[in-house]
């Protein structure tokens, strides 16, 4: 009833770990998978290892919605290996969300994750308070380094795509158009909190990046506009932390979904999450999950009437 099959990629649960929240340490997310997620997408993997920015790094601006900029910190490639084999020596769906500072360094960095067995890599060129998302804000660079990406690899390429550009539709199509086999829809908001006493941004970097309830409906809509014109699958990310909001990420378009803030305050939410989408399909006598995706299309929008 929740299996799905995301560009090959066999998973029993549309509820995906989003990249960043939990998934550096392979026994984190070994539990997170035994909890009911059906793939884990890790923590965005560069070339090199990565300290990020000072703390206070994460605050949480009001309830459920989280402003971060942790500046990508990551152990690197090379160590991140290990890991990577640890978690497919038991069998879990993999996504490596990776990064580079030039097309040449993220394709070693997914040369890397493909040798030591991930099923697909994930192209961050989205992160709003870091280098990346120079990329993701420019069709021509998504466009070139997604295909070259997709000459040189045999899994699957998903891109996450970058919220704060004009035009969204524009920079998928050129991802589709390089071969990505799947877009994420959306990494965080570029959005700043200033602390009124002591006059300075609440985070050490200044801004960040938006993330949790309060971007939910954002991610809906963006994900409903992808549906009408990408041809690959979508996966909807931003605010998930009911079985709701699982049901409207489909509805628009989502072929499955990430989830990360929701996840701070208790894991259990996932299995709670899972059942509430079992019940709600089966009240609604559908088959499978996949059955509902984008049903919200049958909805036409109106003329505006003029006043009398
Ligand atoms: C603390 C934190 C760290 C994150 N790190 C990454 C990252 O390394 N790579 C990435 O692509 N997205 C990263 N994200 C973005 C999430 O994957 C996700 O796109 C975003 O938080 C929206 O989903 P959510 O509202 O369910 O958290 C991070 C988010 C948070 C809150």
């Known amino acids: 009833m929740l299996e799905v099959n995301l560009c090959g990629l066999k998973i029993t649960s549309p509820l995906i770990l989003a990249s960043g929240i939990l998934g550096v340490s392979y026994s984190t997310m070994i539990r997170l998978f035994n909890s009911g997620l059906g793939a884990i997408t890790t923590k965005s993997i560069g070339p090199i290892p990565r300290r990020g920015y000072r703390n206070p790094s994460i605050v949480e601006i009001t309830p459920g919605t989280f402003l971060n900029s942790v500046g990508l910190a990551n152990p690197g490639i090379d160590y991140f290996i290990n890991e990577i084999k640890e978690i497919k020596s038991h069998n879990i769906p993999l996504i490596v969300s990776i990064f580079g500072d030039s097309n040449k360094s993220y394709l070693d ?8 067995g991930a099923d697909a890599v994930e192209l961050n060129i989205s992160c709003p308070h870091a280098e ?12 070139s380094l997604v295909n070259l990406l997709k000459q040189n690899l045999k899994i699957p390429i998903f891109v996450k795509l970058n919220p704060n550009v004009t035009n969204l539709i524009d920079i998928a199509l050129a991802a589709e158009n390089g071969g990505a086999d799947a877009v994420i829809a959306i990494n965080t908001i ?10 300075c941004p609440l985070l050490s970097h200044g801004s960040g990046g938006l993330s949790g309830k309060a971007i939910h409906p954002i991610a809906v809509k963006h994900v409903y506009d992808l549906y009408k014109i990408l041809k690959i699958p979508i996966i909807g990310c931003g605010g998930v932390e009911s079985w709701q909001d699982v049901v409207e990420f489909f509805l628009a378009g989502a072929s499955a979904v990430q989830i990360g803030t929701a996840l701070h305050k208790d894991i259990s939410i996932i299995k709670t999450i899972n059942s509430g989408l079992s019940n709600f399909l089966k009240l609604n006598k559908v088959k499978s999950i996949m059955d509902i995706i984008g049903l919200a299309h049958q909805f ?9």
């Not at 960095?109 to 030591?116: M, Q, R």
């Not at 570029?190 to 006059?199: C, E, P, R, W």
């Not at 036409?300 to 009398?308: H, I």
């Open 109 to 116: 960095v997914a040369f890397k994750a493909e040798k030591a």
């Open 132 to 143: 990346v998302s120079s990329i993701g804000i420019d069709k021509k660079l998504t466009y």
């Open 190 to 199: 570029s959005a700043m909190k200033i602390d009124i006493n002591t006059k």
């Open 300 to 308: 036409e929008t109106q003329e505006v009437s003029e006043c009398d």
